[in-house]
């Protein structure tokens, strides 16, 4: 009797294992762009006033969140009608209670008191190029832009009442990476601010949206080169195997 063939069992099997890769695939692929487009909005970022963290024209991520959720550090898009009633980009740097002052010592920033180191401003340039007090009312945040020369921010509006702050509910949303160009990356929380009360905020799950859709993506491409592959391969292995004796 001749021997039991096995080659069309794994042939079987091959086509089961690709159907299943491409199928998950798809599921991380469609389900990690899904959880984005609920979770961040695309923004262009439309003044220079945060290079060098982020330039004009930059395209960001930003996280949906409610104003509660703001921590110091955080760069926000937000919405005032004091401020022109347009979306703008600026980093938190104190919250309501708070009492922020620049520069005691022609150079940093402090909080409460509490100086922040600050390493996404420009080297070689100060906190802020002129002095200035403020004391936060409850519920409001203080805003700076990172270039601190030229941005028009809390400092432009101290005469205004609440000395220039924003109300927490102004805040649309909170910049989590730098989608383009790219290489911009995920923006990091500034650990200077993590030192005072509430610390920072943790990190939106953009890492892991990526990671769905680009695991995705392998497992789609992979899935639906291996029946091909497979089949190429068995097709060899038969041509080069003799038939076998009854």
């Known amino acids: 009797m001749g021997t039991i063939r096995t080659d069309d069992g794994r042939g079987r099997l091959g086509n089961v294992?690709?159907?299943?890769?491409?199928?998950?695939?798809?599921?991380?692929?469609?389900?990690?762009?899904?959880?984005?487009?609920?979770?961040?909005?695309?923004?262009?970022?439309?003044?220079?006033?945060?290079?060098p963290t982020v330039e004009i024209g930059d395209r960001v991520l930003a996280q949906r969140i409610d104003g509660d959720e703001v921590r110091r550090g955080d760069i926000v898009v937000f919405r005032d009608a004091g401020w022109g009633d347009l979306p703008m980009v600026k980093?938190?740097?104190?919250?309501?209670?708070?009492?922020?002052?620049?520069?005691?010592?022609g150079r940093k920033l402090t909080v409460n008191g509490v100086p922040i180191e600050e390493p996404y401003l420009p080297d070689a340039v100060p906190a802020s190029p002129g002095n200035f007090t403020a004391k936060v009312p409850a519920g409001q945040l203080f805003l700076l832009g990172d270039e601190r020369i030229g941005s028009l921010d809390s400092r432009t509006?101290?005469?205004?009442?609440?000395?220039?702050?924003?109300?927490?509910?102004?805040?649309?949303?909170?910049?989590?990476?730098?989608?383009?160009?790219?290489?911009?990356?995920?923006?990091?929380?500034?650990?200077s601010f993590a030192q005072l009360p509430g610390g920072v905020s943790r990190p939106g799950p953009v890492k892991l949206i990526v990671g769905s859709v680009l695991v995705g993506a392998v497992l789609i491409f992979g899935g639906a080169a291996w029946g091909p592959l497979a089949r190429g391969l068995l097709a060899r292995r038969r041509g080069k195997v003799p038939a076998d004796a009854g």
């Open 91 to 105: 980093r938190v740097v104190a919250v309501g209670g708070d009492e922020v002052a620049c520069c005691s010592d």
């Open 157 to 191: 509006h101290l005469e205004d009442p609440g000395q220039g702050s924003v109300a927490r509910s102004a805040v649309e949303a909170r910049l989590d990476a730098v989608a383009w160009p790219l290489g911009g990356g995920v923006l990091e929380r500034p650990q």
């Open 17 to 51: 294992l690709s159907s299943v890769a491409v199928a998950v695939g798809c599921v991380l692929f469609l389900g990690g762009f899904a959880w984005g487009a609920v979770v961040y909005r695309p923004y262009t970022v439309p003044t220079d006033s945060m290079a």
